[in-house]
């Protein structure tokens, strides 16, 4: 809503910019006439053509985006030009002048005319006049439909744009000369405003075109990454326990239908599913449509070592207790920018098997609907629509499928025999951790969250720096090469770089990506400076070679009999590489 609000008063803004003024002399040629039968038309006429034709627009940008990922710098274009726009009306009315010819056309054939279809018709002519208005707002939404795809919410936004500017124009024809007066002592004003926001979105397109989206940009839009964006979580998980709270009891079912009752507790009632930017393997799911359905909703992401493996129990949950009435339900909250990428989790969601329903929660809407803050985090939900049960994190798979066996139970209205409980044929890094063996905890490597970095030359953020390391104590690590460190990542520059690691865990696993070339990175695994043999992970072999190929976690240690403490060392053969984090296991 607020967004809708913002975009309704830009457009009452538009107002006091010099490029409404060809619209102006159309506008006020109709004071004095029947507001219903003259103005009303043509502002109506005005906000239906803008919106329309930019919605098609949209859609043809989001159409070539699904078809190519060149379409993500296309819209990097499409933004810079526009930026250009606000900055120099001149330049936005050279760009708009084909739309703006069609526009006076349009004008001077309903000009003469004092009809209702005259007066649409000369809406539709001030809409097209108004292109050197509309082309920023335009240029920004479709930007966000091509990088995140176009939808009714995309016609909305136009609409509210385009309705605000409506709304000031109709008062300014109703009040007179004065207003118009005073609206043009603020064209300096509005001229000013206009080259800010300019500078801002050239400023915004340079930081995409970097990549520096991929790192402080899109953390703003990521739960628990900073102590700031923590905070606001919290206050936002607050607001949506208490619209949960306040969410209608559903009724009980009919009391001879429900002969058993479990004596789990009443959590709270099932939230909305909505705000997923797409879905996988289901159209889009309501909780009006689950009614009668037992349902286990999943918050994992694709890279997190917790959530992988977790993903064979609710994989097998999903399968044997499907005809029972239970639905499964994966929302993937991304926590890193490539995690966000549509195709990376379609491929993640083909490589686990995944075949249960998944709602692509990029922009966190229902992660705060729940009040989320957990990868994984599993909610369990009864037929009647309410959480009865909730689990944080690995493990405790017994007690969780005892839940869902109490839950089939209920909704059945009878206890059946115990069913047993599942025992997934899990592989690689998909393995229970050894905790009794685990002494190193999660390491991220982007300066944002990085600790215990031990190379002496320091992190240079976002620069390129040479870096060498010595030997680092129990869970320290450094780099050696030519590194750029990012918030997120860091970035091989040149060939034979190296990460090293002292650690004391079975398993040893590193998210890592092939970087913005996409091309495979050779990379070799040594421990306690030899090639692994035994103690290789499930992503290399016996002699330590491997490839990067996609970005997502790769097991590369996995020891082999008594635990101890290891050096581990990575050497990248090629350029380009991204690291983001170290996870044991």
């Known amino acids: 809503m607020i967004l809708f609000i913002i975009a309704y008063l830009a457009g009452v803004l538009t107002i006091v910019s010099p490029c409404i003024l060809p619209v102006l002399p159309f506008v006020f040629s109709r004071a004095g006439q029947p507001f219903a039968r003259s103005i009303l038309p043509m502002l109506l006429g005005k906000v239906v053509t803008f919106a329309g034709v930019a919605t098609l627009a949209a859609i043809g940008g989001d159409w070539a985006v699904q078809a190519n990922e060149a379409g993500r710098y296309a819209a990097i274009v499409v933004l810079a030009v526009f930026g250009v726009m606000l900055l120099s009306p001149r330049i936005a009315a050279v760009v708009t002048r084909p739309a703006v010819a069609l526009g006076n056309r349009l004008s001077q054939r309903a000009a003469a005319k004092a009809s209702v279809g005259a007066s649409l018709l000369l809406g539709v002519a001030t809409g097209l006049l108004w292109a050197p208005c509309a082309g920023p707002i335009l240029g920004l939404v479709l930007t966000g439909a091509a990088l995140h795809g176009a939808n009714v919410g995309t016609t909305l936004l136009l609409a509210a744009y385009a309705a605000g500017a409506a709304t000031s124009l109709a008062l300014a024809v109703l009040v007179g000369g004065k207003v118009f007066a005073s609206m043009k002592r603020s064209l300096g004003l509005g001229e000013r405003l206009r080259q800010g926001l300019g500078i801002a979105v050239l400023a915004g397109v340079m930081a995409i075109a970097l990549g520096l989206d991929t790192g402080l940009l899109a953390r703003l839009s990521y739960a628990g990454t900073t102590s700031l964006e923590q905070s606001l979580l919290n206050r936002l998980r607050g607001r949506s326990s208490q619209a949960t709270a306040s969410h209608r009891a559903a009724p009980a079912m009919d009391v001879q239908q429900q002969t058993y009752r479990s004596n789990l507790p009443v959590e709270g009632a099932f ?233 004391s865990a079975r398993d040893l696993h590193l998210v890592l990506g092939p970087g913005v070339r996409g091309r495979k990175v050779r990379f070799q695994v040594m421990v306690d400076g030899v090639a692994p043999g035994l103690h290789h992970g499930s992503d290399i072999g016996p002699d330590g070679n491997g490839a990067v190929s996609e970005t997502r976690l790769y097991q590369l240690v996995r020891q082999s009999g008594e635990v101890r403490e290891r050096t581990f060392e990575i050497r990248f053969l090629d350029p380009g590489v991204e690291v983001f984090v170290f996870t044991f296991g």
Not at 344 to 353: E, L
Not at 395 to 410: I, K, T
Not at 411 to 437: C, H, I, M, Q, Y
Not at 465 to 484: C, H, I, S
Request: proline share 5%; charged share 25%; net charge neutral.
């Open 271 to 503: 939230p909305p599913l909505e705000g997923a930017v797409t879905w996988l393997n289901s159209e889009p799911l309501t909780v009006k449509q689950l009614r009668g359905k037992v349902v286990l909703v999943d918050f994992w992401t694709y890279s997190c070592i917790n959530c992988i493996r977790t993903v064979p129990y609710v994989r097998a949950w999903a399968e044997k207790y499907r005809n029972q009435g239970l639905v499964v339900i994966g929302v993937h909250a991304p926590e890193f920018a490539f995690e966000k990428r549509i195709d990376n989790v379609k491929r993640a969601v083909r490589d686990f098997g995944i075949s249960y329903p998944v709602a692509i929660d990029n922009d966190y809407a229902i992660w705060r609907a729940f009040g989320n803050s957990y990868w994984p985090a599993h909610y369990f939900i009864d037929a009647e629509g309410r959480i009865r049960h909730h689990h944080f994190g690995e493990g405790d798979y017994a007690q969780s499928e005892r839940v869902l066996q109490e839950l089939l139970a209920e909704a059945a209205g009878s206890r059946r025999g115990d069913g047993g409980l599942v025992t997934p044929d899990v592989k690689g890094a998909e393995a229970a951790p050894d905790f009794a063996n685990l002494q190193s905890g999660e390491a991220y490597v982007g300066y944002m969250r990085a600790g215990n970095f031990v190379s002496r030359e320091g992190v240079a953020a976002d620069e390129a720096r040479d870096y060498t390391v010595g030997k680092p104590r129990l869970n320290q690590w450094g780099l050696a090469g030519n590194w750029t460190v990012g918030a997120e990542q860091a970035t091989l520059n040149r060939p034979r770089g190296a990460v090293t690691y002292r650690f």
